[in-house]
């Protein structure tokens, strides 16, 4: 039997995950569970009131998207998962995961600036979804720290600084050659 196929696209927030997983998404053909479209749901039904209550959600969307990830990959369907795996809080949650899986690490490695620069364009960008509360996010200010997880399997790095470095079709054919993954033609 084959096993699943599992891409973990992660990176530091604004680091351009969800741009990028939707062209990877779209180009391989897979669904996509979004750490961010979980706590988007989450805060539809119960709402947050202040930047801690967002925070809990944000933990109990991890909870979930690691439920349906596992619950997924054991049925056999292969997926992209998309949220900041932080180094040292992810790291038993995701090694389940590969541990049914054939899995990669896609990484989002923009320069600093670009980071901060995003932030403050999120703050003031009506359209980005209001549970997330980047208008006070201390990160404006300065970018983030990122590790992601260093658990043994195929990591790419990808510059989002200013398009893709590599470019999308070379990820897209590193992807293929390591996970086996057919390209769309």
């Given at each position: ?8 696209v992660t990176g530091s927030p604004a680091a ?119 208008q006070v996010r201390p990160e404006m200010v ?44």
């Amino acid at each position: 039997m084959i096993r699943p196929r599992l891409l973990i696209v992660t990176g530091s927030p604004a680091a351009g995950k969800t741009t990028l997983t939707t062209k990877l998404a779209s180009e391989l053909e897979l669904p996509v569970l979004s750490k961010d479209l979980v706590k988007e749901s989450l805060f539809d039904s119960v709402g947050a009131e202040s930047l801690a209550a967002s925070q809990r959600l944000g933990r109990a969307a991890y909870g979930v998207v690691f439920a349906v990830a596992h619950e997924l990959l054991g049925s056999g369907v292969s997926l992209i998962l998309e949220a900041p795996f932080i180094r040292g809080v992810s790291d038993a949650d995701i090694e389940a995961l590969i541990d049914i899986s054939t899995a990669a690490f896609v990484v989002c490695t923009p320069r600093p600036e670009i980071v901060v620069d995003r932030y403050r364009r999120r703050a003031i960008n009506r359209a980005r979804y209001r549970g997330h509360m980047d208008q006070v996010r201390p990160e404006m200010v300065r970018p983030p720290s990122f590790e992601e997880p260093d658990l043994g399997v195929p990591r790419l790095r990808v510059d989002t600084s200013d398009g893709y470095q590599p470019s999308l079709p070379e990820i897209v054919s590193w992807l293929s050659e390591t996970l086996g993954i057919a390209k769309c033609v």
